[in-house]
């Protein structure tokens, strides 16, 4: 606790943002909450089953944990060097490389059953 309590601020705020990716990422996943994939819950049943949401969920696992692997690694970088600015550097990276590779990866024909 004495360590976390060192810690300032902005640094608690993106690593907590990091859990809640990861957090997300288990839940899609292992806890099956595919509702949370957005518009996945809003098809209808017939819609549903033209898609491998097993796939789908590995997916957003796998994007959720790397988004959240780089704003640690971020955060944990701009505490060592005492500079702030990579944290925000590699919080957008996160975001611009996690944001695109979910909706392309997840979008693509190889999670679209063939019927």
């Given at each position: 606790?004495?360590?976390?309590?060192?810690?300032?601020?902005?640094?608690?705020?993106?690593?907590?943002?990091?859990?809640?990716?990861?957090?997300?990422?288990?839940?899609?996943?292992?806890g099956k909450m595919y509702y949370l994939?957005?518009?996945?819950?809003?098809?209808?049943?017939?819609?549903?089953?033209?898609?491998?949401?097993e796939g789908i969920a590995t997916v957003?696992?796998?994007?959720?944990?790397?988004?959240?692997?780089?704003?640690?690694?971020?955060?944990?970088?701009?505490?060592?060097?005492?500079?702030?600015?990579?944290?925000?550097?590699?919080?957008?990276?996160?975001?611009?490389?996690?944001?695109?590779?979910?909706?392309?990866?997840?979008?693509?024909k190889k999670y679209k059953r063939n019927?």
């Amino acid at each position: 606790m004495i360590f976390f309590k060192k810690i300032d601020l902005k640094i608690k705020i993106m690593i907590t943002v990091a859990i809640l990716f990861i957090a997300f990422g288990v839940l899609i996943k292992y806890g099956k909450m595919y509702y949370l994939i957005a518009g996945y819950n809003n098809m209808s049943k017939e819609e549903k089953e033209k898609y491998n949401i097993e796939g789908i969920a590995t997916v957003f696992r796998n994007g959720m944990f790397g988004m959240a692997l780089i704003i640690i690694s971020g955060s944990l970088i701009a505490k060592f060097t005492e500079n702030p600015n990579v944290q925000n550097y590699t919080f957008w990276t996160s975001m611009i490389l996690g944001i695109p590779y979910l909706l392309i990866k997840s979008n693509s024909k190889k999670y679209k059953r063939n019927q």
